[in-house]
């Protein structure tokens, strides 16, 4: 089980509604937002219900073994995103992607994916292909087979299109433990790249806030670049890709989940101008902005440098920067230095980014 | 009352009678309402708030002002605070009411 | 983003800050109206690097926080109906009316989008013409200028099938409003620049006379703000109360022309209830009786709408600056930005969910 149970990546549907579980009988927009409101739900809802067989582990993946065999890394990801194509890719990358990247974040080698289809009746076979091809390519890119799947087609009124479900199997290499628990004080915090460019090529060709940009989406799989930072030798305690609530959600789920504050300095966030414009244009914050092809990892201080360099001489990591570092105050919680010195929280976004006229 | 930013005009149009531009902000170009500003020409800056142009922004202004806060800069340096002068010349720390 | 981002520059904010801290000497309490410049404020850091003397107390420059109650209530009833594809700024979306908001309504089923411009809402309405298409016009007399052409445009293209919730406030009755508070702490404003974009200054210098306050009108960027600062307390340390023009790239004393003939024609001046803080007479604008037939209140005749406001809730005192938000009790306990109570804290510049927001770490142990 993941905690981002159902990736619908700035889908003008999953807007979240504030409401409490225990308030509302019935599923709402909110429960699918990876957020807060998804946690309550897999708490409150699922955990108990599945009893002893679930587990509490609420990593991207699940790490499993069978007997003395190699350890696995095992996750699940389904996507609905609206517009199906983007500026940069589809669905259907993303449907590749996520996974893939998920099972990178625990530092396994994906290896073996599955692709579940619900398609609502009168989706155009020309749109499906599309997406299919695009799912070939992004498999044969990422070096991992498509080995298993299922197609199930829906009424027209029920569902929005193409439904895609992903599960993938990694292994692990010995010795590799990388968790969300295992941020320490004196941490350093790194940012391999670019932030905010997946969310605003997403955004710019929504009804109602269409702009023009050039910009692409940046979804990519990781694992390369992930090996590239381990093969340094280098201890790797967290590795994150900071999807829906960007990296603010992403930095502050590790923050709670290791019991660590986290200290970020503004000026040295990698913003393209063209991210920093169009959240300036709609009032959006750069930090909660979703990204497809890009990693937080949290390293001993010791190990930074070796890690950013290795980072560095990877095509997917040329602009990785140093971000912050974890501090023995505010546990849990989030604050950058502000460009002018003064300091502010970062929060976990309650849901998506609501544009904004003031 | 809010998010308003310059941008500048890069294409103009007239749609349903009413004056178009497309609005170039560093990259990121969107569709605006010129209606309210008579006559802008292309390559003119405007402050745009929910799809409209409310105002021409005054680039010389603009230029003057920023230039404004680097002379505070560099009156402070070259002739700085007279009493913080001595002060520190006598070895003494005002604290004045800074922080 | 040129012109913009040279207003954020670190070097140049230390200088107007040094200049700020030279020329105060004593304590002062100033006002800034609009909710974008409390956002700009607490999201850098500028209060925490005032001098200590300075004050600033927030106004209730937030539109959203200030929608009457019996509108929002109005809204949600509206965009209820199945016909109807209610539009909105983002802004609107969280913030609760009695017993719901609009996001709710929207999970049950509703049709409500969120655009950015009321020219998306009339598109939506041209490429709908089997339903009705409402858009919310709320917002300061920055906003109005946009509402006022899309009803005009409505009325001139024959779009029958659109209409406008109008909730419009204007800042100098709200100005006179909170000089007339008893409670009131306030020796300065820091003036909304946008809306003076539009509107010119023109109504300031009798508010500044009247009350014996220094009125400047202000940008958003820091640097902005930082001079609106700057040249306020150096009308306060000189006992002037003039009004001045921080702002002048995007503010000129005759304002925007054009922009308020269309107001004149398309708005007339109305009495509001600012939600928190009471009615107000002549501060708001609605729909004038040549465009009645685009007004939504009328169109769909909401009747029988009784408020409900949380007892809890201090948005009011909060609006009026007679307390911070951390002041009331219900901070960061029952209302948070997930559960709010009040539209201060859902608005992303209410005063409240900003210092949740970006403040909670020294205000609230977590």
């Known amino acids: 089980m993941t905690d981002a149970m159902e990736r619908t990546v700035l889908d003008f549907e999953g807007w979240v509604c504030p409401m409490p579980l225990r308030d509302f009988p019935t599923i709402v927009m909110g429960h699918g937002g990876g957020g807060a409101m998804s946690g309550e739900l897999i708490e409150h809802l699922f955990l108990p219900a599945y009893g002893a067989a679930a587990t509490t582990d609420l990593g991207d993946s699940a790490v499993v073994s069978v007997g003395a065999g190699p350890r696995l890394a095992f996750s699940t990801d389904s996507f609905v995103v609206k517009p199906m194509f983007f500026p940069g890719g589809s669905i259907g990358d993303l449907a590749v992607n996520g996974t893939v990247n998920d099972l990178a974040m625990s530092g396994a080698t994906p290896m073996f994916l599955s692709t579940a289809f619900i398609l609502q009746e009168g989706t155009a076979l020309d749109d499906l292909g599309r997406i299919a091809e695009a799912i070939g390519a992004a498999a044969r890119d990422a070096g991992v087979r498509l080995v298993t799947g299922d197609t199930k087609v829906v009424d027209s009124g029920s569902g929005d299109g193409v439904y895609i479900n992903t599960a993938g199997i990694g292994v692990l290499r010995e010795g590799v433990d990388i968790r969300p628990t295992r941020a320490e004080v004196g941490d350093v915090v790194l940012m391999s790249g670019d932030i905010g460019v997946h969310g605003v090529a997403v955004m710019s060709c929504r009804e109602g806030l269409e702009f023009g940009t050039t910009i692409e989406s940046d979804t990519a799989p990781l694992h390369g670049l992930v090996d590239a930072m381990i093969g340094t030798g280098a201890d790797v305690h967290v590795l994150r890709d900071p999807t829906r609530g960007g990296v603010s959600a992403s930095l502050n789920e590790i923050a709670r989940a290791s019991g660590v504050g986290i200290e970020i300095v503004e000026r040295d966030l990698p913003v393209p101008q063209i991210v920093k414009d169009a959240c300036g244009l709609l009032g959006l914050d750069a930090l909660q902005v979703a990204n497809e092809g890009k990693l937080v990892a949290i390293v001993a201080a010791t190990d930074a440098e070796l890690v950013l360099e290795a980072m560095r001489n990877h095509p997917l990591g040329v602009a990785a920067q140093r971000i912050g570092t974890c501090v023995d105050a505010h546990r849990g919680m989030v604050v950058a230095n502000t460009g002018l010195g003064g300091t502010r929280v970062v929060d976990l976004p309650i849901g998506e980014q609501l544009p904004r006229i003031c | ?99 | 983003m040129k012109y913009l981002d040279e207003f954020s520059n670190p070097d140049l904010a230390k200088n107007l800050l040094e200049q700020i801290h030279d020329v105060t000497t004593q304590k002062w309490a100033m006002m800034e109206v609009c909710g974008g410049q409390t956002h700009s404020i607490i999201r850098h850091g500028i209060d925490q690097l005032l001098p200590a003397g300075v004050e600033l107390i927030h106004g209730p420059g937030c539109p959203v926080c200030v929608t009457p109650l019996e509108i929002i209530d109005k809204a949600l009833a509206i965009a209820k109906r199945p016909e109807v594809i209610f539009c909105s700024f983002g802004d609107m979306l969280r913030v609760p009316g009695s017993s719901e908001d609009l996001f709710q309504i929207k999970s049950a089923g509703g049709d409500v989008r969120v655009v950015y411009s009321p020219l998306d809402a009339l598109n939506l309405a041209r490429k709908n013409p089997d339903r009705e298409v409402v858009f919310f016009g709320i917002g300061f007399e920055t906003t109005a200028p946009a509402n006022a052409m899309t009803v005009y445009q409505a009325q001139r293209l024959g779009v029958k099938n659109f209409s406008l919730l109008v909730s419009h406030v204007l800042v100098p009755p709200a100005i006179a409003a909170i000089m007339e508070s008893p409670a009131c702490r306030v020796q300065a404003f820091l003036a909304a620049g946008h809306v003076c974009s539009v509107m010119g200054t023109q109504e300031y210098p009798p508010l500044a006379e009247k009350y014996g306050v220094p009125i400047v009108v202000t940008g958003f960027e820091p640097l902005d703000i930082l001079e609106g600062i700057r040249r306020t307390v150096i009308q306060l340390e000189e006992g002037r109360h003039e009004l001045e023009n921080a702002y002048p790239r995007a503010v000129r004393d005759e304002g925007n022309l054009a922009a308020m003939e269309m107001l004149r024609d398309v708005f007339e001046v109305t009495d509001r209830t600012w939600r928190g803080i009471g009615p107000i007479p002549q501060s708001g604008w609605q729909l004038s009786p040549k465009y009645r037939e685009f007004d939504a209140e009328y169109r769909f005749e909401v009747t029988g709408i009784h408020t409900d406001e949380s007892p809890l809730c201090r948005s009011g005192e909060v609006l009026q600056g007679l307390i911070k938000p951390h002041e009331c009790a219900a901070f960061g306990k029952e209302c948070t930005p997930r559960k709010p109570l009040g539209a201060t804290m859902v608005s992303s510049e209410g005063a409240c969910a900003a210092y949740y927001t970006y403040r909670r770490l020294e205000l609230v142990a977590p």
Do not use: W
């Not at chain 2, 007239?14 to 560093?26: I, K, L, S, Y």
């Not at chain 2, 799809?51 to 202004?61: N, W």
């Open chain 2, 1 to 99: 009352m809010c998010l308003a930013i310059p941008g500048r005009v890069v294409t103009l149009e007239e749609r349903d009678g009413t004056q178009m531009a497309e609005v170039d902000f560093g990259g990121v170009r969107k569709d605006v309402c010129l209606q309210y500003i008579p006559g802008v020409e292309i390559g003119e800056y405007v402050v745009v708030h929910v799809g409209f142009a409310i105002q021409r922004l005054d680039e010389q202004s603009a230029i003057e002002t920023l230039a404004n806060f680097e002379k505070m800069g560099i009156l402070e340096e070259e002739f700085g605070d007279g009493f913080e002068l001595a002060a520190k010349q006598a070895g003494v720390v005002d604290e004045g009411v800074r922080p």
